[in-house]
């Protein structure tokens, strides 16, 4: 069973930047879909990147496009997302994902919920001034 922990989250300014990392444990199949997702109070949630981890494909939403980036470590233990220039609208609690494909993903061109099984607990992140 894959377990997903999450942490990093915190406080930023706007502009600013902050790395949220998923620490990933109980699969060693490197063909996974590895995913980030957020959701603010009141909204729904909302694929922000993934990874298919294989393929070294990676996407991204329209919203965050540019200024996110998703990683992986060698080892596939970690699953990092670094945020830049950071905007009040990416408060949002995080969640980190995973999944054995990417394929709904692929087609729409951005993270899809439903290509993923497995979900961590969520970290906080608020960008305020």
Known sequence: QVHLEESGGGSVQPGGSLRVT????????????????RQAPG??????ASLWTVYGL???SESVKGRFTISQDNDNTTLDLQMSN?????TAMYYCAAGEHCIS????GAPRAGDFR??????RVTVSS
């Open 22 to 37: 998923c620490t990933v444990s109980g699969y060693t199949d490197s063909r996974y879909c590895m995913g980030w997702f």
């Open 43 to 48: 909204k729904e949630r909302e694929g922000v």
């Open 58 to 60: 990676k996407y991204y």
């Open 86 to 90: 950071l905007k009040p609208e990416d």
């Open 105 to 108: 993903t692929q087609i729409a």
């Open 118 to 123: 497995d979900w961590g607990q969520g970290t």
